[in-house]
């Protein structure tokens, strides 16, 4: 096995994001276990774009792990009662996927105290973002600070860190950052509600994020729309 150093566990949802933190993580020299979830959402397409994002990085490993977050429901994303909002909401939107980053990550230190990987990558932004609260620097610090208390590789002493290289950045300047580093953003998906070819609706508070942050970048927009 590497060095406890050199491996990472990536999280990939097959968005803009996460697809620049793992190539950010990629080009720092990690060896990258990725992990994708399919966690119930009612668009599917991310997951594949996930999938081909990790085959063209070339990673060490990439597990899709399925949970079943819409027996809860409570969010846009995994519950079809719930409409989707095409226009920008106040407060925390209802996409927000309850506890979603803290499950996530919780599975990505149960894989990284396996690999005895000290760092774990995750794409959340801070700037140019729906406002959801598990997306913030302080949540950031406080999971890093729990994680090495409950587990036996921060309490023997390696200490794990949460890797969150897109925090402050702005969509344009996360855009900007994956072009230089080859990102194929036609190979993302970041809408809410793509449809089963991968293609955008335009009206989602994810697409306006995004297309907003390619022309603000100056980057042609690879993005496929339904129309």
Known sequence: MSTPSNNAVVLLSGGLDSATALAMAVERGFNCYVLSFDYGQLSQTELNAARKIAAQLDV???KVVRLNLEDFGGSALTDDSIEMPETEEEGIPVTYVPARNTVF???????????????????VNAVDYSGYPDCRPEYIAAFETMANLA???GVEGERLTIETPLIDLTKAEIIQAGTQLGVDYGLTVSCYQADDEGRACRVCDSCRLRAKGFADAGVADPTLYRD
């Open 105 to 123: 990550m919780s599975l990505a230190l149960a894989w990284a105290e396996v690999l005895h990987a000290q760092h774990v990558f995750i794409g």
């Open 60 to 62: 060490k490993e990439h």
């Open 151 to 153: 587990t036996k590789t």
